[in-house]
Nanobody, 120 residues
Framework: QVQLVESGGGLVQPGGSLRLSCAASGFTFSSYVMSWYRQAPGKERELVASITTPGGSGNYADSVKGRFTISRDNAKNTVYLQMNSLKPEDTAIYYC?????????????WGRGTQVTVSS
């Protein structure tokens, strides 16, 4: 059974930091591109960051470049999102995503999300 379980969300003041984790199971984690998405109230879900290989630089939305860092540990089947210098506009539900597209097929999995609220 495939599972993506996010943790680490919460309430933080502007300028603060949080570290999100996503523990994966039920599929070959190392074969998947791992990403974090977020969805704010009244807005569409947007891609925040993605990473292919451990140690890779990752790809980021312009709005989070220089503040967020995505990383993964294939030995622990876990992907992380370090969020620094948080702003109120970062408030959203953050979702973990796993994607693999071998030979024209598409395998995609989602977690249930973790709430991040940035407020004073």
């Amino acid at each position: 059974q495939v599972q993506l379980v996010e943790s680490g969300g919460g309430l933080v003041q502007p300028g603060g930091s949080l570290r999100l984790s996503c523990a994966a199971s039920g599929f070959t984690f190392s074969s998947y591109v791992m990403s974090w998405y977020r969805q704010a109230p009244g807005k569409e879900r947007e891609l925040v960051a993605s990473i292919t290989t451990p140690g890779g630089s990752g790809n980021y939305a312009d709005s989070v470049k220089g503040r967020f860092t995505i990383s993964r540990d294939n030995a622990k089947n876990t992907v992380y999102l370090q969020m620094n210098s948080l702003k109120p506009e970062d408030t959203a539900i953050y979702y973990c995503n796993a994607l693999r597209t071998p030979w024209g097929r598409k395998y995609v999995y989602w977690g249930r999300g973790t709430q991040v609220t940035v407020s004073s």
